[in-house]
């Protein structure tokens, strides 16, 4: 039985700041906020609700389908996606766009300041899920553009 999975696939970008927020980010200063921090570390992993359940059914041999919009910088994630035997036959790129991405910064105490891209993803809600409906046994919908959520469910 396959799993058709509707959802986000994004790019998680993670740095870790070596300092505390809380020591560049002053109360009585909030309303003029201008900060940067010098991070340690950058790194890029593969992520997005649909990708991560895509990641965990194949790793347990469940067959599945992910239906999501991507942008033009997704091959690498599509082409491991493939090689766990993910079906990526619903994934729509969107042209002149980038896939979602998440930019999270996480200082010595575990704080965390966090920006997110939608990109393609804002996309989703132009894609249906009806034409997968024959060929799978089980749907997850997970969170993407809250339209194509809505539209999913209908």
């Excluded at 993670?14 to 109360?27: A, K, Q, R, S």
């Excluded at 997704?74 to 729509?92: K, P």
């Excluded at 997968?132 to 997850?140: A, P």
């Amino acid at each position: 039985m396959t799993v058709l999975l509707s959802g986000s696939l994004a790019y998680d970008h993670i740095m870790v700041f070596p300092g505390h927020f809380e020591d560049h980010i002053l109360p009585d200063k909030i309303h003029v906020l201008n900060v940067s921090f010098l991070v340690d570390s950058l790194d890029r992993q593969r992520g997005g609700v649909a990708g991560n359940i895509g990641y965990s059914l194949a790793l347990l041999g469940a067959p599945c389908r992910i239906v999501a919009t991507v942008g033009t910088d997704f091959d690498e994630y599509r082409a491991e996606l493939e090689r766990l035997g993910v079906d990526t036959s619903g994934i729509h790129l969107i042209d002149h766009e980038r896939t979602a991405s998440a930019f999270i910064t996480t200082d010595r105490a575990d704080n965390q300041i966090t920006g997110f891209y939608p990109g393609a993803m804002m996309k989703a809600r132009e894609v249906s899920i009806t034409e997968h409906l024959d060929e799978v046994g089980l749907g997850v919908i997970s969170p993407t553009d809250p339209e194509a959520m809505i539209r999913h469910i209908r």
